[in-house]
């Protein structure tokens, strides 16, 4: 596949995850779209899904090899994590942790809130439950 064929279908990967089509999501991949690949800002599939509570297309997304630890290089994107964790979209967060996220990663390469700090502050219980009974040490700051 060539270049621009490959940035045009990362760029409708980020798309369709932000928009919750699965099927699209699915479809992108089996086309071709690199699971990890990012649009014009840096922004990954994955964020996106994250962002957006879409937990089927975290769940292809996963499958297809993206990695659930990678910070998304938009200029207010973090890790998948944080984002689910942040909007409170308990089985987007349930579908990160089954795919190998790092339930203690910190965004801002460590300098940020880590996934269970951003659940508190934004007071979403059960995200908040999940992230400490995946972790460790609960340690949430607060």
């Known amino acids: 596949m ?3 064929t490959g940035k045009r279908l990362s760029r409708l990967l980020v798309e369709a995850a932000g928009y919750g089509s699965t099927a699209r999501v699915e479809a992108l991949i089996g086309a071709g ?6 649009d014009t800002d840096g922004t990954t599939a994955l964020y996106v899904a994250s962002v957006q509570g879409n937990p089927g297309g975290v769940r292809a997304l996963l499958d297809a090899g993206a990695d659930p630890n990678a910070h998304s290089g938009g200029p207010t994107d973090g890790t998948p994590l944080c984002a689910a964790a942040c909007w409170g ?12 996220a790092d339930p ?9 809130l880590s996934p269970l700090e951003w659940a508190v502050r934004e007071e979403h219980e059960d995200v908040a439950r999940l992230l400490r009974e995946a972790l460790p ?5 607060t």
């Open 137 to 141: 040490t609960a340690v949430d700051g």
């Open 104 to 112: 203690g990663l910190r965004e801002d390469d460590g300098a940020g």
């Open 33 to 38: 779209a690199d699971p990890d690949g990012r």
């Open 2 to 4: 060539n270049r621009r």
């Open 89 to 100: 979209h308990v089985e987007t967060v349930r579908a990160l942790l089954a795919g190998g």
